[in-house]
Every structure is written in C-alpha cells, then in structure tokens.
C-alpha cells in the first residue's frame, strides 16, 4: 500500500509540472505577439514624437525670424544679401565653390 501511495505521489507531482510548464508555455505565447505589437505601437509613437519634436523648432524658429524680420533692420539686411537683392550702388559679388576635381 505504502508503495503504491509513492507512485501515486510520483505521479501527481509530474503531471503538476507538467500542468505548470504548459501553463508557462501557453502564458508566453499568448503574450509574445501583443508585447511585439506594444513595441510596434512604441516604435510608432517614438516616431511620431520625432516629428513633433521638429515641427515645433521649425514653428519657434519660423516665429524667432518673423520676430527678427520686425524688430531687426541688420537681421532684414542679411537675409537680403543672401538671397540677392542689394542697395542701388552695391555690387555683390558671387563665387563659384570649388569641387577639387581638375
């Protein structure tokens, strides 16, 4: 009897385990395609975030040039020079880079 009882005892502790690894193993691949789909969706959002991110330092420099153009007269010069325009009796002067080939 007392033998019997050990078997018995044997066999319930490996079904248990048994029970448990299948358990574990069913936990990890139920949750293994929702934790990649949260990355996925965090990648996504980082992403998003980035161009945030850019869009509002294009929107405060946009508005530190139109705060510029009204406040500064040396600022408005500069910007004139660079793309071209000049007063009646200057005369601007534009050289070609040089590329190193010969």
Do not use: C
């Not at 009897?1 to 050990?6: A, F, L, S």
């Not at 299948?22 to 395609?33: D, E, I, K, W």
């Not at 945030?52 to 946009?62: K, P, R």
């Not at 153009?69 to 601007?92: R, S």
Request: without cysteine.
């Amino acid at each position: 009897m007392q033998q019997t009882e050990k078997y018995w005892n044997l066999i319930n502790r490996i079904v248990l385990i048994a029970v448990g690894i299948m358990a574990a193993v069913g936990v990890v691949l139920a949750f293994t395609p929702k934790v990649k789909q949260m990355h996925d969706y965090q990648n996504i959002v980082d992403n998003k975030q980035q161009r945030i991110d850019i869009a509002v330092s294009t929107v405060q420099e946009t508005k530190d040039n139109i705060r510029r153009f009204k406040n500064d007269p040396d600022f408005v010069e500069k910007v004139a020079h660079e793309v071209g325009y000049a007063h009646k009796d200057e005369t601007i002067f534009r050289f070609r880079e040089e590329t190193g080939t010969y």
